[in-house]
């Protein structure tokens, strides 16, 4: 059995983060562990301990993260391991229970993660709640199906300069789509603007676009110069692209699509309706590789259900299943109003995983009903059940964190 508890010190806090970093080679560094600090406070670090030695770590950033129709705190899961010598003994159920109520107790109720693998994360109730994936486009196929009458100006600015400039456009993200967490100043200057070392001779380019006197989208991406038997053979990695409106994004992706020498255009993360598919003459060239993207944990059913809003209409009795969370067990009735206990018959029966599922309205219950992730008490609940969570657009978090 292990202890758990979060860290105290800045010295726990290094050796939890050890957990993780011992899969990427060596011990986090001095500086490593400061950053890490300035978004993640030590009692936000869970770690196990045998025998009062360290043997893995569990993080959770205090997030904002939008939902259908709002937001909601949302406890951020990151930088969870478990060191090899550990593994296999109960470390990371330790943890995984001890964060949950930690994030109940605060009132955190959804916690969301980006899986290193799909199969760890179910057994404590988290499930795939959004999909997301990569394309890898060949410039000759960039052409868009309809002509683009350009509006805005683009223009670089420095990784210094940038965070101000971004932001609103994030913020207008949040503001449109769920599955989004909102990235404070520390996030900006730390993680999303920061030059690490080993890019300062080929740092990552920040572009904004300005429309009507705004910044209405930008661009954040790297490129990869190559030249192959006498053209250019360079690849574009493109880390963020996001516009405010339709006009915007098409106009950012047109120019990225079109700076000179690139061979293949690179982005990963893009959810299914991004609009670069629509806008694309011959979006099959993009290879579009689609996968399970971020994963979503109802911590407080009551909470989380009443916290996001419903385009639909009417109401439908759960029965919520939750061995570790026993707080959330029991029947809940849902309706545009929010959720309350029933004590009414049962209409579905699922497991908390599968509410997470469903939640951001990505993945349909008449979907997790195709997936044995449900019982169907009585019939026509799961077209009900769809009627009232769907949302659109889908969810979207550009950042693995
Ligand atoms: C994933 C990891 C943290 C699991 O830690 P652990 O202490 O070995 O896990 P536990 O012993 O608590 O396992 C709990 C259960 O999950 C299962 N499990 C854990 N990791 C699993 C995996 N990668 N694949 C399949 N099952 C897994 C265990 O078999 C066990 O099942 P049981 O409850 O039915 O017996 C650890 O393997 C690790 O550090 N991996 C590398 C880093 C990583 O991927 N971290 C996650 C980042 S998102």
């Not at 997301?132 to 309809?146: H, K, M, N, T, Y």
Request: hydrophobic share 40%.
């Amino acid at each position: 059995m292990f202890e758990v508890r979060p860290t105290t010190d800045r010295d726990e806090f290094a050796r939890a983060l050890y957990g993780i970093q011992q899969y990427f080679g060596g011990p986090p560094t001095e500086e490593q562990v400061d950053r890490f600090n300035q978004f993640l406070p030590l009692d936000r670090m869970h770690a196990a301990f045998e025998e009062g030695a360290i043997v893995g770590g569990a993080g959770a950033f205090p997030f904002e993260m939008s939902v259908p129709g709002g937001e909601l705190r949302c406890g951020g899961v990151t930088v969870v391991g478990v060191y090899p010598t550990h593994r296999r003994r109960g470390a990371l159920r330790g943890m995984m229970d001890a964060q949950l109520r930690d994030m109940h107790e605060r009132g955190e109720a959804i916690a969301a993660l980006w899986a290193s693998e799909e199969t760890i994360y179910g057994r404590y109730g988290y499930g795939i709640a959004s999909w997301g994936g990569d394309i890898v486009l060949p410039r000759e196929w960039a052409s868009f199906a309809q002509p683009l009458e350009r509006r805005g100006r683009t223009r670089f600015v420095a990784p210094d300069e940038a965070a101000p400039l971004l932001q609103p456009v994030w913020e207008e993200l949040m503001r449109q789509r769920p599955g989004t967490f909102r990235r404070t100043e520390a996030w900006w200057r730390l993680r999303t603007t920061r030059v690490p070392e080993p890019d300062k001779d080929n740092p990552a380019r920040y572009v904004v676009l300005e429309l009507d006197g705004e910044v209405q989208a930008y661009a954040i991406f790297k490129g990869d110069v190559k030249f192959g038997r006498g053209a250019p053979e360079s690849t574009l990695n493109v880390r963020e692209a996001i516009g405010t409106t339709p006009q915007a994004t098409a106009e950012i992706w047109r120019f990225l699509l079109d700076i000179d020498w690139q061979a293949t255009i690179k982005a990963s993360l893009l959810p299914p309706d991004h609009p670069l598919f629509l806008l694309l003459a011959n979006p099959r060239r993009t290879d579009y590789r689609f996968a399970d993207a971020l994963w979503l944990r109802v911590v407080d059913v009551g909470a989380a259900l009443s916290g996001r809003a419903y385009a639909g209409v009417g109401s439908v009795v759960f029965d919520v299943r939750d061995a570790m969370c026993p707080w959330n067990e029991g029947r809940w009735r849902v309706s545009p109003d929010g959720a309350a206990r029933t004590d009414d018959e049962a209409e579905i029966a699922l497991d908390v995983a599968t509410l997470g599922s469903a939640y951001f309205g990505a993945t349909s219950f008449a979907q997790l009903r195709g997936g044995l992730r449900l019982e169907e008490i009585s019939q026509g609940a799961v077209e009900r059940a769809d009627a009232l969570f769907a949302w659109r657009p889908l969810p979207w978090c550009p950042e693995i964190f």
